[in-house]
């Protein structure tokens, strides 16, 4: 073999010589697919199945496992890999599914995501008061006001950056739902996972029907000051989930200035929408006056004149 090898490279050397020609290097891998399969989606199908989704074509599985509901079965196809489980995730409940996958070239990914409990009957709401500069006896808050009876499990209020997802709970048209966003004197029963306070001049909060990458948005609003960097949304975070929310169609304008203006609320002069008015406009929205927060009632209807 190591004479075949020799031969060979001698033949390449006198067929070259004299022909006054560069040898140029040949990387020989430089075709060759060395990319990872990347998880791009995951959402559950029905109360007892799921999927989840790669860039490219999965060639093997391997090391599957569900916790703290096991798998019954995981069958990749293409892209997709479809997942029964044993008993059904409950919504407002998740499912941690964790693996490793390899494409048709071999190159493998591990992977940890969790499946949230799918909601066949979600409740409606609406966002119709809100406080962005809490203290410990006002911290911040939201306030849902629900439209359309039904269950709540699975569905998140958000700033972005913190959360709640609601258990399975049943609610009925005309209930009001309150969730703190910040430490304070006592603790509500809906309270986001890390209690840091809302952005205080400049932000989002929308509902979306599922922590799931094919979750909906239910609602949502905008506040700013209009005074800040980036275009008055103060960081490039804000701007980008602002142009998001547009691009979703459940914020009518990108541009701070067509935000609730935040710079005229304190923490018990709330941002407060007329009604179920919902244009996904600051059209929607007043301020009220000093001491009317009126968290989990009718919002009080006088509007702050600076």
């Known amino acids: 073999m190591r004479y075949c ?5 001698s033949l390449l050397l006198v067929s070259c010589t004299g022909c006054n020609l560069d040898i140029k290097p040949v990387d020989l891998l430089s075709k060759m697919d060395a990319r990872i399969p990347v998880l791009t989606a995951s959402m559950m199908l029905t109360s007892r199945s799921g999927t989840i989704l790669f860039d490219e074509e999965i060639g093997t599985i391997a090391e599957f496992d569900a916790s703290p509901i096991p798998l019954a079965q995981a069958s990749p196809n293409g892209t997709t ?4 489980f044993q008993q059904s995730v409950q919504p407002g409940t998740s ?4 693996g490793k996958v390899k494409d048709k070239r071999g190159n493998s990914n591990r992977f940890s995501i969790k499946l949230w409990g799918k909601n066949a ?3 409606g709401v ?3 008061e809100f406080t962005t500069k809490g203290t410990e006896t ?5 306030e849902l006001y629900v439209t359309r009876s039904g269950s709540m499990g699975g569905i998140v209020v958000t700033d972005g950056s913190d959360r709640y997802v609601f258990p399975d709970k049943t609610v009925w048209a005309g209930e009001y739902l309150v969730v703190q966003f910040q ?5 509500l029963e809906h309270h986001s996972e890390q209690l840091a306070g809302l952005t205080s001049n400049n932000g989002l909060l929308w509902i979306c029907s599922s922590p799931d990458s094919d979750g ?3 609602d949502a609003v905008a506040y700013s000051n209009g005074a800040a960097t980036y275009e008055g949304w103060g960081n490039e975070t804000v701007q980008n989930r602002a142009s998001w929310l547009v691009t979703q169609e459940a914020w009518t304008s990108k541009t701070s200035t067509d935000a609730i203006p935040s710079e005229l609320t304190t923490a018990t002069r709330s941002c407060n929408r007329w009604g179920t008015q919902d244009t996904n406009s600051k059209d929607d929205w007043y301020i009220t006056t000093q001491s009317h927060a009126t968290f989990g009632k009718p919002n009080w209807e006088e509007v702050y004149v600076p």
């Open 216 to 218: 909906q948005i239910l």
């Open 121 to 123: 009957y979600p409740a």
């Open 95 to 98: 499912v941690t599914v964790t």
């Open 138 to 142: 006002n911290p911040d808050r939201v």
């Open 126 to 128: 609406l966002i119709t």
């Open 183 to 187: 430490k304070g004197k006592t603790l």
């Open 81 to 84: 890999i479809t997942l029964v």
């Open 5 to 9: 090898l020799f031969f060979i490279l």
